[in-house]
T-cell receptor, first 114, second 111 residues
Framework: NAGVTQTPKFRILKIGQSMTLQCAQDMNHNYMYWYRQDPGMGLKLIYYSVGAGITDKGEVPNGYNVSRSTTEDFPLRLELAAPSQTSVYFC?????????????FGQGTRLTVV | LAKTTQPISMDSYEGQEVNITCSHNNIATNDYITWYQQFPSQGPRFIIQGYKTKVTNEVASLFIPADRKSSTLSLPRVSLSDTAVYYCLVGGNNQGGKLIFGQGTELSVKP
């Protein structure tokens, strides 16, 4: 199993551009998550999904959109990128057994908006 | 969601046992206590989870008192490679899959 795979690993965007961060997992996990982590800070939940076709907002959803058309994929869309979205983005997946609390994380996407 | 409180930072020396305590006064009956470890530039890694009493695995031990209002992650004989941020999470099926991380404890292990 590859686990949770995120692409790209690094990206530089100009203000106002858009992009999609890709996340795929091959563990057949129902739950998937997107977090952002600013330098020296903890993880903030952006969006999460408990299954295909179901998504919900986390703590900091503004400026982002998600979709979950398959169990495996959970892309995160940034529209009109802003410098405040410069961060490291982590995708994670888990199973419902203990409420999704045993999660597996990808290696992250480091995004810089200039 | 149960709020957690843990120290912002801790220092230790190689070979010592490190205990990191997390307070979670409003833990719900169905909540689990879960700890993650995060190295710089990496995603968090699940290390241990428990519901009550004591849990031990190859990495750490987790002590949970009877009232479950706190928990202690114990790392035996730490090495430099244990320098990381440690997060305590409390949650379960009550949260419908929503997984919120707190601030974490930055552990620095010195030679």
């Amino acid at each position: 199993n590859a686990g949770v795979t995120q692409t790209p690993k690094f990206r530089i965007l100009k203000i106002g551009q858009s992009m999609t961060l890709q996340c795929a997992q091959d563990m057949n996990h129902n739950y998937m998550y997107w977090y952002r982590q600013d330098p020296g800070m903890g993880l903030k939940l952006i969006y999460y999904s408990v299954g295909a076709g179901i998504t919900d907002k986390g703590e900091v959803p503004n400026g982002y959109n998600v979709s979950r058309s398959t169990t495996e994929d959970f892309p995160l869309r940034l529209e009109l990128a802003a410098p405040s979205q410069t961060s490291v983005y982590f995708c994670a997946s888990s199973v419902p057994g203990t409420g999704g609390t045993e999660a597996f994380f990808g290696q992250g996407t480091r995004l810089t908006v200039v | 969601l149960a709020k957690t409180t843990q120290p912002i930072s801790m220092d230790s020396y190689e070979g010592q046992e490190v205990n990191i305590t997390c307070s979670h006064n409003n833990i719900a009956t169905n909540d689990y206590i879960t700890w993650y470890q995060q190295f710089p530039s990496q995603g968090p890694r699940f290390i241990i989870q428990g519901y009550k009493t004591k849990v031990t695995n190859e990495v750490a031990s987790l002590f949970i008192p009877a009232d479950r209002k706190s928990s202690t992650l114990s790392l035996p004989r730490v090495s430099l490679s244990d320098t990381a941020v440690y997060y305590c999470l409390v949650g379960g099926n009550n949260q419908g899959g929503k997984l919120i991380f707190g601030q974490g404890t930055e552990l620095s292990v010195k030679p």
